[in-house]
């Protein structure tokens, strides 16, 4: 069966969305199905032509419709978000005789909406990832006006879900969502998976290494309340130094997020004097992230309650716990408190709590043996649950069930 994942984001080189890409399409090459993906773009220019380039990365082959950097000041750039995603729509229905389902990975609503119904028209079958409650992030400017983001989540749920033959949903909330909206139409649930198996981290010894957290990502204070994990940090580095002279470091792929949240950061920051304790690392290509994870102390992965969370799953969740070191789990009730149990693969704690959270890093470093087997465990949920060859075959049959 040919399948083509048509996706807005950055192709072969990402960030989460990209790596979720590769696992599908890895899934179901290992059963057999060709599977391609068509992207705009690419974070990094790739030798060879300009327009409609088409390559292979990691046994996935892959078209961009533009292989150029990104120039220009702040207009071109807006140009460019608004040009894509029609661009892409079009391109996909001009060659829809291609390929039999079409895996639409995110696309804005009204460019999704046309291109969904054209390819119906054309027989062909529509698969859907539902990742987030439509419309429940932060969002752009023109979605945080009052009543746009409420007409989109209408128009998406009422017109876009009943176009779809089927929805691979991450959580049983939005499953429930899904058959709310779209009865007839078939769904699957799959976690956020792991490209890589997990393999033993190096062990730590006391005094020798450089003691550090580490977040990949923006700095989200809606879906990760960051805030509070920023006060975790200060509490854990006070204890830690206090206690055994170490000065805990934040690593932090960038600081993009909101400028009020940053404030907040940069206030907290200044209030304890840790301004120091930050490294800006940049974007970190896989291998180098991979390092970057196993080399932590432990990782914090903070879900507040709020209405995004109840139905999303932790982008971050397995690649955390595949690199062998012990995360800090502040969460209650979410789907993937499903898949931890506090003290066996994780440190469970209420969200928000930055006290409690502190605590969990210092003990981290206190009793080694304890993290080390919470490490290993998680490691071991990653291979049961979250790795995509658990999920080949569940896919595949469900791709040819459409």
Not at 267 to 280: C, E, M
Not at 313 to 319: A, D, Q, W
């Amino acid at each position: 069966m040919k399948i083509r994942i048509v996706t807005l984001a950055s192709f072969p080189e990402g960030l989460a969305a990209t790596s979720r890409i590769r696992c599908y399409a890895k899934a179901l090459q290992e059963q057999g199905d060709d599977v391609e993906v068509v992207s705009p773009k690419n974070i990094h220019l790739l030798p060879g032509r300009c327009w409609l380039f088409e390559g292979e990365s990691e046994g996935i082959r892959f078209r961009l419709l533009c292989n150029r950097e990104a120039k220009g000041g702040l207009w071109k750039r807006y140009l460019r978000a608004y040009m894509e995603p029609i661009v892409l729509s079009l391109y996909t229905i001009a060659t829809m005789w291609q390929c039999d389902v079409f895996f639409i990975y995110a696309n804005t609503a009204m460019s999704r909406f046309l291109m969904m119904l054209l390819l119906r028209v054309g027989g062909k079958k529509i698969v859907l990832e539902l990742n987030e409650y439509p419309y429940a992030t932060e969002g752009s400017r023109i979605t945080r006006l009052p009543g746009v983001s409420y007409f989109l989540r209408a128009f998406v749920l009422h017109a876009v879900f009943p176009l779809a033959n089927g929805f691979i949903v991450i959580s049983q909330a939005l499953e429930d969502v899904a058959k709310r909206y779209a009865p007839k139409t078939k769904k699957i649930l799959v976690p956020i998976l792991t490209e890589h198996l997990p393999s033993p981290s190096p062990k730590r010894k006391a005094g020798t290494e450089e003691v550090y957290l580490f977040h990949a990502g923006s700095l989200s204070e809606q879906k990760d309340g960051i805030l509070a994990v920023f006060d975790a940090f200060s509490m854990a580095h006070q204890m830690l130094n206090e206690q055994y002279g170490i000065r805990l470091k934040f690593f932090l792929t960038n600081k993009v997020t909101q400028s009020s949240t940053w404030e907040g950061i940069v206030r907290i920051l200044a209030k304890h004097g840790l301004h120091d304790a930050i490294v800006i690392t940049g974007f970190c290509p896989e291998r180098n992230l991979q390092g970057l994870m196993s080399g932590a102390l432990a990782h914090i992965i903070n879900k507040p309650k709020s209405f995004q969370n109840h139905y999303n799953f932790p982008t971050k969740l397995g690649s955390c716990l595949a690199s062998g070191r012990p995360v800090i789990f502040a969460a209650e009730g979410l789907e993937a408190n499903r898949y931890l149990v506090d003290g066996d693969n994780a440190f469970v704690v209420a969200p928000d709590d930055s006290e409690k959270m502190a605590k969990a890093v210092v003990r981290c470093y206190h009793e080694r043996e304890l993290g080390a087997n919470i490490g290993k465990r998680g490691m071991e949920t990653v291979e049961q649950h979250f790795h995509y060859g658990r999920h080949a075959l569940r896919m595949n049959k469900f791709i040819r069930s459409l």
